[in-house]
């Protein structure tokens, strides 16, 4: 076990954190749902029933979705663009996909290259974008999830200020729906940012976010070895 949580200590970090912060997040939710209901002179619902409405849903798939869109545009950008002297970008000439000698693929592929980095055809190609692919899905579902909750919640609200219920495709045409998702997209797309540029000329030493604190700004850490 020691072993184990040395050599995977940063995911099951982030593990711990997420649940805790989700707990928390949950137990905050519940208690602002209940003072809102209160002040409508409706019944307390139970923390259980409050976990499992659309109303925890749609806080929760809102920010996930935001994040994956977050992660799946960098990925992709950082294929084909460059940031010089950022430690978040390939070296300046070194932008596309590479060769398959470069991404040890195929023939080029080592002994102890992943089974389908040894193959041809559909399986290499699945495999070569299994990370954007895996992050663009989870941000579809997420905003679909996200979606789906949040006209249930819409319609709740709409019921007890006596207004009709809304569809799904007015739901998301709607200028609240676009407020709540830009408003985690536009925080999201800035902090990406902030850390490219950031990283170019502030040194966090010994992060593998950050280039060795004596590189120039406009090296990139391998460009100095």
Do not use: C
């Not at 950082?78 to 010089?84: D, E, K, P, S």
């Not at 102890?112 to 193959?119: I, L, R």
């Not at 985690?184 to 490219?196: C, D, I, K, P, T």
């Not at 010994?206 to 990139?220: C, F, R, T």
């Amino acid at each position: 076990m020691r072993g184990f949580l040395k050599d995977n200590g940063l995911s099951v970090a982030f593990l711990l954190l997420f649940l805790v912060t989700l707990f928390g997040q949950s137990l905050a939710g519940h208690a602002d749902e209940n003072e809102e209901l209160l002040r409508h002179g409706m019944p307390e619902v139970g923390y259980l029933q409050f976990i499992g409405s659309s109303r925890f849903l749609v806080d929760v798939a809102e920010n996930w979705q935001s994040e994956f869109l977050q992660f799946f545009l960098f990925i992709f950008a950082t294929i084909w663009l460059i940031q010089r002297g950022s430690p978040e970008s390939k070296k300046p000439g070194h932008a596309g996909v590479g060769t398959d000698r470069e991404q040890l693929v195929g023939p080029h592929a080592r002994p102890d290259s992943p089974a389908w980095a040894k193959v041809r055809g559909f399986r290499l190609w699945l495999f070569s974008n299994s990370l954007l692919l895996v992050m663009g899905t989870v941000f579809v579902l997420s905003w679909l999830a996200q979606s789906l909750a949040g006209v249930v919640v819409a319609n709740d609200e709409n019921a007890m200020h006596g207004m009709p219920p809304e569809t799904w495709a007015d739901y998301v045409a709607s200028p609240e729906f676009w407020n709540r998702t830009l408003q985690n997209w536009q925080s999201e797309l800035l902090a990406v940012g902030a850390m490219v540029v950031l990283s170019i000329y502030l040194r966090q030493r010994g992060s593998s976010e950050s280039k060795p604190v004596g590189v120039p700004h406009l090296e990139s850490g391998t460009e100095s070895e």
